[in-house]
Nanobody, 126 residues
Framework: EVQLQASGGGLVQAGGSLRLACVTS????????IGWFRQVPGKVREDVSC????????YYTESVTGRFVISRDTAKNTVYLQMNNLQPDDTGVYYC???????????????????WGQGTQVTVSS
């Protein structure tokens, strides 16, 4: 059974940092691309970042480029999202998800991802 466990969210002031972790199990890590997405009430889930399982290439949505860094630790079957200089617009529930297949570049849109974690809340105060 594919499982993804997102953690690391919390409440932080604008300008602060958080590191999210997505611990995966139940599948061969190198056979899946992992992406991060976020959602706020009343809005559609939006893509944030993803990382290729072929060459480690990355994608970032424009609003987080230069502030967020995604990385993979294959020894721990974990993908991280380091979030720096957080802003109130970054507030939302952050989900990690798995896209089966080996892709480069990684696929950014949520509908490509079949397996989802439970989400972790990130709140940025102004």
């Amino acid at each position: 059974e594919v499982q993804l466990q997102a953690s690391g969210g919390g409440l932080v002031q604008a300008g602060g940092s958080l590191r999210l972790a997505c611990v995966t199990s139940g599948f061969t890590f190198d056979q899946y691309t992992i992406g991060w997405f976020r959602q706020v009430p009343g809005k559609v889930r939006e893509d944030v970042s993803c990382i290729s399982n072929i060459d480690g290439s990355t994608y970032y949505t424009e609003s987080v480029t230069g502030r967020f860094v995604i990385s993979r630790d294959t020894a721990k079957n974990t993908v991280y999202l380091q979030m720096n200089n957080l802003q109130p617009d970054d507030t939302g529930v952050y989900y990690c998800a798995a896209d089966q297949g080996q892709w480069t570049p990684c696929r950014r849109y949520p509908f490509f991802y079949d397996d989802w974690g439970q989400g972790t809340q990130v709140t940025v105060s102004s």
